[in-house]
């Protein structure tokens, strides 16, 4: 589907991929679509693909932070359940069974890169305030000093905004910023933002978005409520806002896509950051001003 796509080249988008495939420091999302089965299970071949593609970029000496959903559904088959329970108590329950099963695949995964996986649960809340802020800032940067794979989730016992509207995708963004990330790599099921429906063949893919101008006329859609994950368009684009106001460059596209991206590749839809200075790791929490 990544076919319809604009022959001119922005020279904003050039230098944002490149920025990209550059990165020191790259925090990759993902969201539970790209990790189950159609049944809504965790596909074991999905996390092994992933970790491979991270692992190389590790090979060429990037820090990897991966922002992985799939708690809910790896504790689907456990729990006995056919599909994702409706209730908020019982998602968080089989996230709490499922975390640990998700992370044990990951760890083991990595480990055959001669890799280590660290678990990191935060909450939106944890990143607002200060002590936690600081806690989560210094735990992460000295798992990357030591050379290990932070795997962070929304900690869902204690918090409930991912597993309702966002998918980890907003949590992903704020954790880009808070460990002043070069770039973030956004992966689900669509392989890009598109001006139109994309079963529609006049639709063309978005390649670069340089603001919020260029979403003018967009139909961004609310959040998506099928299958085994939350989120949809609209908490991506949200995402992408939060990253590129903190200066970071942001891919949305498909997990097959996920080595392309990284590498700096033309796929997916590329958000470039705000100009100027990046803003205090602090600054991100202020609400935005009204509409005059
Ligand atoms: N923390 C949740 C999980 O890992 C968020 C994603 C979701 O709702 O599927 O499962």
Do not use: C
Request: charged letters at 25%.
């Amino acid at each position: 589907m990544d076919s319809v796509r604009t022959e001119h080249i922005d020279e904003l988008e050039v230098a944002g991929r490149k920025a990209v495939a550059n990165a020191r420091r790259v925090v990759v999302k993902v969201g539970s679509s790209s990790l189950t089965t159609p049944e809504g299970r965790i596909d074991s071949s999905r996390i092994r693909d992933l970790v491979e593609v991270l692992a190389a970029r590790r090979a060429l000496g990037q820090e990897v932070i991966l922002v992985s959903s799939g708690a809910v559904a790896a504790g689907m088959t456990p729990l006995g359940l056919t599909r994702r329970p409706r209730d908020l108590a019982s998602q968080q329950a089989a996230a709490s069974v499922g975390q640990g099963l998700l992370l044990a695949s990951y760890t083991a995964e990595l480990a055959g890169h001669g890799l280590t996986a660290a678990q990191v649960l935060l909450t939106v809340e944890d990143m607002m305030r200060r002590v936690q802020h600081r806690n989560a800032q210094r735990t992460l940067r000295r798992l990357l000093d030591i050379g290990a794979v932070p795997i962070v989730n929304e900690n869902d016992t204690v918090a409930t905004h991912e597993i309702r509207f966002g998918d980890n995708d907003r949590l992903a963004a704020l954790v880009a910023h808070l460990l002043r990330a070069d770039a973030l790599v956004l992966l689900s099921d669509v392989d890009a933002l598109y001006d139109g429906n994309p079963s529609d063949p006049s639709t063309s893919v978005v390649d670069l978005v340089r603001g919020p101008g260029d979403l003018d006329g967009i139909d961004i859609g609310g959040a998506g409520k099928r299958g085994v994950g939350t989120g949809g368009m609209v908490t991506k684009v949200e995402s992408a806002r939060i990253a590129t106001e903190a200066g970071v460059q942001t891919v949305l596209t498909s997990a097959a896509n996920a080595r392309a991206a990284l590498a700096g590749e033309r796929v997916g839809t590329l958000f470039a950051p705000a100009e100027g200075r990046r803003p205090s790791t602090r600054q991100l929490w202020l609400p935005p001003p009204p509409p005059p």
